[in-house]
Nanobody, 126 residues
């Protein structure tokens, strides 16, 4: 079974930074991608960033976090990291990572319909 486990969330002051981690286990596909999303109460899920096993990166075009997030791979730990900077109160949300096969990555990521999802990690900015 595929499992995705997020970590790194917590409380931070406005202007601060956080780095989230998503560790994947199980077989997703010969190639695959992992994306990060956020969702706050009463709002739609927002795409943030994704990266494929080949290293190709996608960022959410309309996200208010664009330019303040960067996604990287930590291959040694089979993790994908999301660095978030200049956090503001409106960035508070539950952050999720998700995964899908590489062949459907772009469409799955941009539509927010990736196949496998983690349980999320809460980020609170005050």
């Amino acid at each position: 079974d595929v499992q995705l486990v997020e970590s790194g969330g917590g409380s931070v002051q406005a202007g601060g930074s956080l780095r989230l981690s998503c560790v994947a286990s199980g077989y997703i596909g010969r190639t695959y991608c992992i994306g990060w999303f956020r969702q706050s109460s009463g709002k739609e899920r927002e795409v943030l960033a994704a990266v494929t096993t080949g290293g190709r990166k996608y960022y959410g075009g309309s996200s208010s976090m664009r330019g303040r997030v960067s996604i990287t791979q930590d291959k040694a730990n089979n993790a994908v990291l999301l660095q978030m900077n200049s956090l503001q109160a409106e960035d508070s949300a539950m952050f999720f990572c998700a995964a899908d096969r590489g062949s459907v990555c772009r469409d799955a990521y941009l539509s927010g319909r990736m196949k496998f999802w983690g349980q999320g990690t809460q980020v609170t900015v005050s």
